[in-house]
């Protein structure tokens, strides 16, 4: 078994037995996706953290979802149980989660089906992660306070894959935990990378940042996120 085989079987270990404790947190909360779906302040507020519609001042988005996203074939990176799924099923044609965890999954489809929702599905993946999905499935693709909870190894193994999942012209949006004063690390799960670190892995995939959106300080005092947007060509 190769070491990246061994990480990969420990972190789906490690967020299965999160996922299936007795209290989860919102990780393994599938019903509230019913208190949500519906609920527009909650679908701006995702839309608005992610910097994807034009906002009262009028800034302009990287794009603007309610407008572009009709048609749109969308992938969310570590979907958990679908928590993010609301804005994506009411603008989008179809929304795709993946997870490692097999639980919030199985979890989240159980109310996708209850509740008539035919456009969204959550896949578990295996160690191949996305190569479940043929090239240039999705138009964009995205992972929201993800990537710093997975090791570099899964993380630079997901952004290699993302440019054959992507059409032609399609979009990805990656939150990272940025570590601005040399350490940026709390507890066991998480992963901070300074922008010079972002870089170079975003080079070493081949992946081509248009634009890098920063927000305030979270988590802990010496962390930040950090969304950065891109194109493929």
């Not at 490690?14 to 919102?26: D, H, L, T, V």
């Not at 979907?79 to 989008?92: A, N």
């Not at 209850?114 to 995205?142: P, S």
């Not at 949006?173 to 709390?186: L, M, S, W």
Request: charged share 25%; aromatic share 14%.
């Amino acid at each position: 078994m190769s070491d990246y085989s061994k990480l990969f079987e420990k972190q789906q270990k490690y967020w299965e037995e999160i996922c299936s404790s007795e209290n989860p947190s919102y990780l393994g909360q599938p019903d509230k996706l019913l208190e949500i779906k519906d609920d527009q302040a909650f679908i701006n507020s995702t839309l608005e953290k992610m910097g994807i519609f034009t906002k009262e001042n009028g800034e302009p988005p990287f794009f603007d979802l309610k407008k572009e996203g009709l048609l749109w074939e969308v992938l969310e990176i570590g979907c958990g149980w679908g928590r993010l799924s609301p804005p994506f099923i009411k603008y989008c044609k179809g929304y795709t989660g993946v997870d490692i965890s097999k639980t919030p999954v199985f979890k989240g489809n159980e109310v996708f089906v209850r509740e008539g929702i035919n456009n969204a599905k959550l896949k578990a993946v295996d160690v191949n992660l996305l190569n479940c999905f043929e090239d240039q499935t999705f138009d964009l693709i995205f992972a929201e306070n993800v990537f710093i909870h997975t090791p570099p190894g899964i993380t630079k193994k997901y952004l290699e894959q993302i440019p054959r999942k992507l059409k032609i012209g399609g979009r990805f949006i990656f939150e990272f935990n940025i570590k601005y004063d040399g350490k940026g690390i709390h507890g066991g799960v998480t992963q901070s990378y300074s922008l010079d670190e972002c870089n170079q892995l975003f080079f070493e995939v081949g992946l081509e940042i248009v634009r890098v959106f920063d927000e305030p300080e979270f988590f802990v005092s010496n962390q930040r996120g950090r969304h950065f947007y891109g194109i493929r060509k």
